[in-house]
């Protein structure tokens, strides 16, 4: 089993300021997610990067996927309290959409 | 709206009993997933299915079975309920060489 290791795994921020988490492996992935999750739901689908030095943004959200496929970013500019949640980062090996989370970083966006 | 639909949010059960987990999705996805998240261990896959009556062990399976008699419909069960068991269960499913899941909202379930 593939280890995904998110960092940091805590992180409380003033409204406004910006931040970045990070999503490391040894492996190489043919695609990986990042995911937000409120408490009590399920995780919701932000973004799928699937090529080297692929960068997307969603918003305020910018996510960018490794040249070499085994890390990923996730940048928040201007953060809100509606950004307050657990982000999972998730990645695909394979032909079968087996997919291995990471442990998340809960994220706090205090007003 | 597409979904996935869990039918418990909340479930309350005595160890021993037999617990049955259901979810639909209104996709037409073939893909379906059932994991347990766990504070501190995140999201861990129990099974998945590619196709109708197919089925197939993720990493904790051990003390779960599933059935998949309909393409939308992906039931697990708890064979005799413990209390190491509690936990937050999702449901997901996701299109054949699509990235990313559309999950559930999630059912809480307590063993005591």
């Known amino acids: 089993t593939q280890l995904l290791e998110q960092s940091p795994q805590f992180l409380s921020i003033q409204e406004g300021e910006n931040l970045t988490v990070y999503c490391n492996s040894s492996s190489v992935f043919s695609s990986l997610q990042w995911y937000r999750q409120e408490p009590g739901e399920g995780p919701v689908l932000l973004v799928t990067?699937?090529?080297?030095?692929e960068v997307k943004k969603l918003k305020r959200l910018t996510f960018q996927f490794g040249d070499a496929r085994k890390d990923s970013s996730l940048h928040i500019t201007a953060a809100q309290p509606g950004d307050t949640g657990l982000y999972l980062c998730a990645a695909t090996t394979g032909g079968y959409q087996k997919v291995t989370f990471g442990t998340g970083t809960k994220l706090q966006v205090i007003p | 709206d597409v979904k996935v639909t869990q039918s418990s949010r909340y479930l309350v059960k005595r160890t021993g009993e037999k617990v049955f987990l259901e979810c639909v999705q209104d996709?037409?996805?073939?893909?379906m997933f059932w994991y347990r998240q766990d504070p501190g261990l995140g999201l861990r896959l129990i099974y998945f299915?590619?196709?109708?009556?197919?089925?197939e062990k993720g990493d904790i399976p051990e003390g779960y079975s599933v059935s998949r008699e309909k393409k939308e419909r992906f039931s697990l069960i708890l064979e005799s309920a413990s209390t190491n068991q509690t936990s937050m269960y999702l449901c997901?499913?996701?299109?054949?060489?699509?990235?990313?899941?559309?999950f559930g909202s999630g059912t809480r379930l307590t063993v005591v």
């Open positions: 990067v699937v090529t080297g030095g």
């Open positions: 299915s590619y196709d109708v009556k197919m089925k």
């Open positions: 996709m037409d996805h073939e893909n």
């Open positions: 997901a499913s996701s299109l054949v060489q699509v990235g990313g899941y559309t």
